[in-house]
């Protein structure tokens, strides 16, 4: 209630200042929160990202007549911290909504208190499933295509493989987990015939990767599900390449196409691992053109999937917020549901029924070229079409 | 069989590369007995730097010539640090010196970003040890080899070092006895700088020699400095071949504990140090202190109890403290109350740290029980707020008690590493048991109750918690079970003839001290709407530390003052400073540097000189 109030007198205030012929109440203030000083590897391209189309919104004339200002914060990578930014973006800042958040602890603190405070939230990044099912609420939307469908994409390709023996690895906290739990169920379901033969949760950023690379080759499968990322991927690769673990077994990987991850790897990056990624260099659609060369232009630098999904999320705050007419949380709530988002990969929609984007992924496998990794065979899977069907949703998600 | 050998090797592997960084370790605690938080930052460096001259020089010889040079560029960064920063404050009180290495390594972090950029960085792999070879069925890459060749080489060399040359034999002596090598006439100025140079050669080598095996990242020196401190310990500090056996022990138990319990890695090598302390106190190679000669911890002017002026002052300041509501917004009212919550941690700190003598690395874990404690109470038994606040304290003093009862036997490093041990289970615990405590997504929905649902309500609520605490922890201090808890730390000898049971005496403040900082959780839990295991984590037990020791561990109001500077610079650096690390980190090591005693101490001092009565407040 607080916040209402002290929004309202804000906006009072602003708009008494307005009557004054300041400029500075044709402005809509964005709050917006990530892990910079943790993950500056994925956070610095998504931030280009979301300045990047902040320039443009406001170089077309910002929306519903006003310039969007981003106010953004560090969550120092804990969600408690977190907490405390969302708190002094609403409280302090007087921002119209909050946007960004990494790993998914993060994005279900703000988003509860996001729902606490009402206060509209739009998660960029986290990708757990209890984001906008078990833990839903009607505040928060959330962008990326999330853990179920990156792994029913995944798990689509995987039925196709003969292998019947699969192993799993992944980093042991809550995005390892459900990844390897949704893809289980989804490929079992799809192939009643295969069996787990091994599993191993290598602590986040400390994998020992040669006793885990031996330990998987042990359960011998015929098929490898990997989740790890970043430094953990890079030792796995390298232990298990000098090893052979992955000589004659299919690999099937979450992330390992983008290039914040693959680019690493250089000339070690693996070949025919089936991933989903970002095939920046070779999309050649006039929306993905556009965003590519707005952002060479700008930064002199290739795009990542943090570029794509930090320039989506503002864009889809400007859509929301222009649609809505207001800043007003109720209205920009009933805007964002069904909203329709031109974005790099073609038009996404936010689903009203569950707040998740149809923004999809692109599936394809790893090669090599001039000694650097990069995806081939690759297609975009439409988001909108590895979503459960109403139904299913209303059953997993807290209807209010 | 040919399984069990692969993971003998790969252990065997693992063991040399953390038994060169640990042995690092050990060496410069032995002599300096400084608790080097800042090794695994030289360790980074050591990556790095190899990173940047492996890209650069071509060939086997540049490749090797590029690894030695790392190492060595860090033992020169090392050796300055150690001539410019730690030679101030060798004369500083106990763990004073973990404050300073720990600023270093909150800035190490932001300056690779800075200077290497954000990318992990994957260097060449060895020349000529790029593949494997077939043993026994398995192949097992040839870099492994060559590191397994690596670690008994290490061992024979320091041997030498340490025992055939008088280098070595200043080395030992200082590790027995620092004061009697001083007497004698020995410089120790450059002995610790030598020392200080090896430790971190030996830190910036094992680094080095990551580069064929994993990435350069700015977040690869956390896991690596906790890692190697458990191995120095299970192995007994100072014990070089100690830390052999104990690089060994975690390393093969990890390779082979993932093929039972993939998930137990998270803890392993706490469960191994728990168990071997509780057994062997001073680890497994280790041998007892020789008695201190000096008495530890003994503060420069005796603690007084605060006379009528000094109560008048408190009550004024609470006073004034109840009106910042008229003055702070909403955001200001919710920092100064997490403010409150963590004077509250820091002084509770405070109580088994400068009072009872009782370093605690874990004391984290009182203050993460108290809030998953109150969490609990109001998700699962459904209690309102008031009454689910008690919880948090009931769940910190049995969790403190049992820890208590295993640690109250250690002293010194050894405590602190027991409680740390704890800290981490717990943390493991926390983090694993998803259907209980949520796993890492944690708790959430712990909102107060209605009239504390405004952050002026929840501001005053903590303070009208936090002040009566405060001064009750106070009275603790100046009550007789204070002055025996201070007498069994500054001597045990003089402090059992006079009938001061120091077990008992010392059991009882580690609950009460684990209550007191119960509360303090079961508020933040309140606070953040809801708890996350990284409330129990290591950084959490750093910052309290940090708190005490920024404040000055040797006064009474130290830890109010240094939580209070602490927290709200941390809060303002993060919102406001892109890279908050580095301007932090710098801050407490100019802070370290300047104020050795701690901000409350060097304001003693300063009044002292001034002619007043110089009392320790």
Redesign the interface.
């Known amino acids: 209630m ?1 916040v209402r109030i ?1 929004r309202a007198a804000a906006l009072g205030a602003l708009a008494a200042v307005g009557l004054f012929g300041s400029a500075r109440a044709e402005e809509i203030k964005i709050g917006e929160i990530n892990r ?3 993950i ?2 994925f ?2 391209p998504y931030r280009k990202g979301w300045q990047l189309a902040i320039e443009e919104i406001n170089a077309a004339g910002g929306v519903n007549g006003k310039t969007l200002t981003v106010v953004s ?2 969550d ?1 990578g ?4 977190a ?3 969302a ?2 973006l609403v ?2 800042e007087g921002v119209a909504l909050i946007a960004g958040a990494y790993f ?2 993060v994005g ?2 703000i988003s ?2 996001a729902a ?1 405070k009402k206060v509209f939230f739009l998660a960029a990044e986290p990708l ?1 499933d ?1 984001i906008v099912w078990s ?1 839903g609420s009607r505040y928060v939307f959330r962008l990326r295509p999330s853990n179920s469908m990156q792994a029913a994409m995944l798990a689509d390709e995987a039925a196709k493989l003969p292998a019947k023996r699969w192993a799993t690895v992944a980093p ?3 995005y390892g ?1 459900s990844a390897v739990a949704a893809f289980k169920r989804l490929l079992s379901a799809k192939r009643p015939d295969i069996q787990w033969v091994g ?5 986040q ?2 994998i ?5 690379a ?2 998987i ?2 359960a011998k499968p015929e098929a490898i599900l990997n989740v790890t990322f ?2 953990d991927l ?2 796995l690769v ?2 298990g390449d ?3 673990l992955f000589e004659g077994r299919s690999v099937v990987s979450f992330l390992t196409g983008e290039p ?1 991850y693959l ?4 000339d ?1 990056a693996p070949q025919g691992w089936i991933v989903t990624g970002y095939p920046w260099s070779q999309i050649h659609t006039p929306e993905h053109d556009a965003f590519l060369k707005a952002y060479q232009a700008k930064y002199n630098d290739y795009p990542r999937l943090g570029s794509v999904v930090g320039y989506t999320m503002m864009k889809s705050i400007a859509a929301i917020i222009a649609k809505a007419g207001s800043t007003d949380v109720d209205k920009m709530i009933a805007a964002a549901e069904g909203v329709q988002v031109d974005m790099p990969f073609g038009p996404i929609v936010f689903r009203a029924i569950d707040h998740q984007s149809t923004m999809g992924a692109f599936v394809g496998k790893t090669a090599l070229k001039d000694g650097k990794g990069v995806m081939t065979d690759f297609i975009y899977r439409d988001g909108a079409k590895y979503l459960p069907s109403d139904d299913e949703v209303r059953k997993l998600r807290p209807q209010d | 069989m040919d399984l069990v050998f692969a993971q003998m090797t790969t252990g065997l592997a693992s063991a040399a590369s953390l038994f060169l960084v640990a042995s690092g370790l050990s060496l410069i605690f032995g002599v300096t007995r400084i608790v080097n938080f800042a090794h695994g930052a030289f360790y980074m460096v050591g990556a790095y730097v190899a990173y940047s001259l492996t890209t650069r020089l071509d060939g086997a010889l540049g490749f090797w010539f590029s690894l030695f040079a790392a190492a060595t560029i860090v033992a020169a960064l090392g050796a300055a640090f150690e001539m410019t920063l730690l030679r101030r404050i060798y004369q500083a009180p106990e763990l004073f010196q973990l404050l300073a290495t720990f600023g270093a390594t909150l800035a190490a972090e932001d300056l690779v970003v800075l200077i290497w950029g954000p990318e992990d960085l994957v260097g060449p792999r060895a020349p000529g040890l790029q593949g494997a070879v077939a043993l026994f069925g398995k192949r097992i890459p040839s870099y492994d080899l060559l590191l397994i060749a690596i670690g008994p080489l290490a061992l024979a060399g320091l041997w030498l070092l340490l025992n055939r040359t008088r280098w070595g034999v200043l080395v030992r002596a200082a590790t027995q006895d620092r004061e009697m090598l001083a007497a004698l006439g020995v410089n120790q100025k450059w002995l610790f700088t030598s020392v200080f140079a090896l430790g971190t050669f030996l830190a910036g080598l094992g680094g080095a020699l990551q580069i064929p095996r994993d990435a350069a990242s700015h977040a690869m020196d956390l896991p690596v400095v906790v890692e190697t401190f458990v191995v120095v310990v299970i192995g007994g500090l100072g014990s070089t071949f100690g830390a052999f056996v104990a690089a060994l022990l975690v390393s093969e138990l990890n390779a082979f504990g993932i093929l039972v319990m993939p998930k137990i890695t998270l803890a392993l090598a706490f469960l191994v140090m728990a168990a071997v302390l509780i057994v062997r106190p001073y680890g497994l190679f280790g041998k007892a202190p020789a008695a201190a000669r000096a008495l530890v911890g003994v503060a420069a002017r005796p603690w007084k109890p605060l006379r009528a002026g000094g109560r008048a002052g408190f009550v004024a300041l609470v006073a004034v403290a109840a009106l910042a509501p008229a003055a702070l917004g909403d955001y200001g009212l919710a920092v100064a109350s997490e403010t409150l919550i963590f004077i509250l941690f820091a002084a509770s700190l405070h109580l088994m740290m400068s009072v009872g003598g009782l370093a605690s690395f874990g004391h984290a874990a009182a203050f993460g029980l108290g809030a998953y404690g109150a969490a609990l109470a109001t998700q699962w038994a459904g209690l309102p707020m008031l009454l689910a606040l008690p919880a948090g304290p009931l769940f910190a003093a049995i969790g403190a008690a049992l820890v208590g009862w295993f640690a109250v036997s250690l002293t010194g490093v050894y405590f602190a590493m027991l409680t740390l041990a704890f800290a981490q289970i717990v943390w493991a615990i926390a983090f694993q048991w998803v259907a209980v405590t949520g796993g890492d997504n944690g708790l959430l929905g712990v909102w107060p109750a209605g009239f504390a649902s405004s952050p002026a309500g929840f501001y005053w609520l903590t303070l009208a918690i936090v002040a009566p605490l405060l001064a009750a922890l106070r009275v603790v201090v100046f009550s007789p079970f204070g002055y025996a808890l201070r007498a069994a730390r500054d001597s045990e000898l003089r402090a059992e003839a006079i009938g001061v049971d120091r077990r008992a005496v010392r059991r009882r403040a580690i609950v009460l001290a684990g209550a007191f900082a119960g509360v303090a959780g079961a508020l933040f839990a309140f606070l953040k709407g809801g708890v996350f295991p990284d409330a129990l984590g290591v950084p959490t037990s750093v910052d309290g530390l940090a708190m005490v020791l920024l404040g000055g561990v040797e006064t009474v109001s130290g830890p109010i003052v240094g939580a209070a500077i602490y927290k709200l610079l941390s809060i303002w650096l993060v919102s406001r400073i892109d890279l908050s690390k580095l301007a932090l980190g710098l801050f407490i090591v100019a802070l370290a540097a300047l104020f050795p005693k701690g901000v409350v101490g060097a304001l003693a001092d300063w009044r002292a000189r001034l002619g007043g009565s110089g009392r320790a407040r």
Do not use: C, H, I, M
Request: aromatic share 6%; proline share 10%.
């Open positions: 607080t002290s910079y000083s943790a500056p590897a956070t610095e914060k560090d120092a804990k969600p408690a911290d907490v405390t930014a708190n002094e409280a302090k998914s602890n279900l603190a509860d208190f606490q757990t209890a833990k042991n906290y809550e987990q599993e191993q949760w290598p602590p950023g400390k020992d990767a040669g006793p885990v031996e330990a080759d042990a970043g430094p890079v030792k390298r232990e000098a090893r052979g914040e680019d690493p790897l250089k070690e």
